[in-house]
């Protein structure tokens, strides 16, 4: 499968991404990168479905350092509140990947949840 991927920037989030982009597609999912723009702020980094396990939205973070953009704070919670979960991952690992099937887990990264 080929991989959607837009980025241009060069850094730990960009390499996460690059590897859990590759983790799902070999585990069936299909991924798209979403982020690039302007025009796409406040929008999850990856949207990936599945055939048996439908559809996810996907920011990628780094755990030793990160933050949400302001349009991130105000978009996240209207994905949530109306049906369209965001789940942060922040490796491609089998921990990471499990936390696809749970609730969506954004808020837990807050820095208040820290």
Same mark, same amino acid.
């Given at each position: 499968?080929?991989?959607?991927?837009?980025?241009?920037?060069?850094?730990?989030?960009?390499?996460?991404? %690059?590897?859990?982009?590759?983790?799902?597609?070999? %585990?069936?999912?299909?991924?798209?990168?979403?982020?690039?723009?302007?025009?796409?702020?406040?929008?999850?980094?990856?949207?990936?479905?599945?055939? +048996?396990?439908?559809?996810?939205?996907?920011?990628?973070?780094?755990?030793?350092?990160? +933050?949400?953009?302001?349009?991130?704070?105000?978009?996240?919670?209207?994905?949530?509140?109306?049906?369209?979960?965001?789940?942060?991952?922040?490796?491609?690992?089998?921990?990471?990947?499990?936390?696809?099937?749970?609730?969506?887990?954004?808020?837990?990264?807050?820095?208040?949840? %820290?």
């Amino acid at each position: 499968m080929k991989a959607f991927y837009t980025k241009s920037k060069t850094g730990p989030e960009d390499k996460i991404q %690059r590897e859990v982009i590759a983790f799902l597609q070999i %585990r069936g999912w299909w991924v798209k990168a979403t982020h690039g723009n302007m025009y796409q702020s406040g929008f999850p980094d990856l949207f990936a479905c599945h055939s +048996h396990y439908g559809q996810r939205w996907i920011e990628i973070k780094n755990k030793e350092a990160y +933050h949400f953009t302001a349009a991130q704070l105000e978009d996240f919670p209207k994905f949530c509140a109306n049906g369209s979960g965001v789940w942060i991952l922040v490796a491609a690992t089998e921990e990471e990947y499990k936390k696809l099937f749970g609730p969506c887990n954004w808020y837990w990264y807050l820095s208040i949840m %820290r």
